[in-house]
């Protein structure tokens, strides 16, 4: 079946605009996860959502960021006035379990 | 706090055997999981471990000692596409929230 989708791939934006990063999950997992993941450096884990349970959003790093996940399906993580730091891979993962995750391809943002 | 630490880098011989260890400090501990990164490519899972002891499947194996806080990763006859990130990643209770450490890079050479 299909895995996890994210899309764009690759964005690059100015300094202080607002971006938008889209997630679709593998049909049927109930759980989704945001990760982000600095050149060479290990996942940052961002935000989770499980089912109809309020999304923990400890792992988000300024009130900047935020997401949402509509109908338990696709999400979106929004970064508003992006900076350069935001500049990394963003990761999407999805789960039914408590076991494994499934990751998406990433999207590789730019902040010049 | 939450602390998971593992080597940076590690290097290894083709067909030799290659053990990453993990540590970790976490506020909770639900279970260990070991993730495989090629460059420029999305982790993909390895392993589970939740209760003390040694998992093996093919040619990796996992263990973990929860009151050590520690766990490690056996790779068995390597091979060159072995050579990627190795990521330790610790979920903690009462939910699916993971966190990673920040990889071991492994290179294996002829």
């Known amino acids: 079946g299909a895995g996890v989708s994210q899309s764009p791939s690759n964005k690059v934006t100015e300094k202080g605009k607002d971006v938008e990063l889209r997630c679709d999950p593998i049909?049927?997992?109930?759980?989704l996860y945001w990760y982000r993941q600095s050149l060479g450096q290990g996942l940052e884990f961002l935000i989770y959502?499980?089912?109809?349970?309020?999304?923990?959003k400890s792992g988000l790093p300024s009130d900047r960021f935020s997401a949402e996940r509509t109908g338990g399906s696709v999400s979106t993580l929004t970064i508003q006035r992006t900076q350069q730091e935001d500049s990394a891979v963003y990761l999407c993962?999805?789960?039914?379990?408590?076991?494994?995750?499934?990751f998406g391809p990433g999207t590789r943002l730019t902040v010049t | 706090g939450q602390n998971i630490d593992q080597p940076t880098e590690m290097t290894a011989t083709e067909g030799a055997i290659v053990q990453i260890n993990c540590t970790y400090q976490?506020?909770?501990?639900?279970?260990l999981f070991w993730y495989q990164q090629h460059a420029g490519e999305a982790p993909t899972f390895l392993s589970y471990n939740v209760l003390d002891g040694l998992e093996e499947k093919g040619r990796f194996s996992s263990f973990l000692s929860r009151s050590k806080g520690y766990s490690y990763l056996l790779l068995k006859e390597l091979q060159m596409k072995d050579s990627a990130s190795y990521l330790c990643?610790?979920?903690?209770?009462?939910?699916?929230?993971?966190?990673f450490g920040a990889g071991t890079r492994l290179f294996v050479k002829a």
């Open positions: 049909s049927g997992h109930t759980a």
């Open positions: 976490t506020s909770g501990f639900n279970g």
């Open positions: 990643a610790v979920r903690n209770t009462g939910g699916f929230k993971t966190i």
């Open positions: 959502f499980q089912g109809n349970s309020a999304p923990d």
């Open positions: 993962a999805s789960s039914r379990t408590v076991y494994e995750q499934y």
